[in-house]
Each structure stands twice: as C-alpha cells, then as structure tokens.
C-alpha cells in the first residue's frame, strides 16, 4: 500500500468530514496482535480486520482524533474473495475505521447504510475508476 496515497485519503476524508484538527494514528499489525487486541477490547479472541478508537471526545486527548489498527493478514484474504486488489482492500479497512472514528456506526440498517454510502464515496474518488471491494 502506498502510504502516500493512503495519507491523501485520510486527509481529504477528515477535511470532507470537517473533522477537529487532529492526530490520527493507523498501524498495521499482524494477525497475532489483532487477535489480542480483539480479545482485550471486545472479548472476541480472534483476528478481525480493522479496529478503530476514537478519542475525538475525550477532553484529554492531546489532540488525538483517534488510533486504527488495520490486520494486512486478513485484508488480504478478503481481497481475495473480494477479487480486488489488497491495496484497495487496506485502504477501505483505514477509511472504514476512519469513519468509526468521526463517530460512524452500522449497528442498525439505515446507519451501515450511510456509513458504507460514505466509504464508497470517498474510495472511488480516491481509486476514480471505483473498486469492487
């Protein structure tokens, strides 16, 4: 993935969010450290594909919007059954976890609905020809 790009992406998403100013943290972790931190955080122990935390209204935050943890191991599986390519696939798990960081949910239908209206808008402005992801 190229980071400069997937940096772009970020940016014009938080400034077409008209987002605080702000620090956003994103790692890319490993499968093992994934697992952990799914099972320290959401009592899940298993890997899952992105985790995200927002610290957008924390009054301490030291102006950091939030931390996002991208698992390329798992991206890169449901790159392929998405039969797009993984550097799309990691680049809509960053976004994904961007918006969950701006306060996006899809715990209910019209929720996912906006948020993933949202996520499509932004990547294929990104990607300008779409992605099948």
Excluded: W
Excluded at 16 to 45: C, K, S, T, Y
Excluded at 70 to 98: K, N
């Amino acid at each position: 993935m190229d980071r400069v790009r997937l940096r772009d992406l970020l940016r014009k998403t938080l400034a077409a969010e008209r987002a605080p100013a702000g620090e956003l943290a994103v790692a890319f972790v490993g499968n093992r450290v994934m697992r952990r931190i799914n099972r320290d955080f959401r009592g899940i122990d298993a890997p899952t594909d992105v985790l995200s935390f927002s610290y957008v209204d924390e009054p301490h935050s030291g102006g950091v919007l939030g931390e996002i943890y991208v698992a390329p191991g798992v991206a890169r599986r449901q790159a392929e059954e998405a039969r797009c390519s993984l550097a799309e696939e990691l680049a809509r798990l960053a976004l994904h976890g961007t918006l969950h960081v701006l306060g996006y949910r899809h715990d209910h239908p019209r929720d996912r609905r906006r948020m993933l209206d949202r996520q499509r808008r932004y990547l294929d402005r990104f990607f300008r020809n779409g992605t099948p992801c």
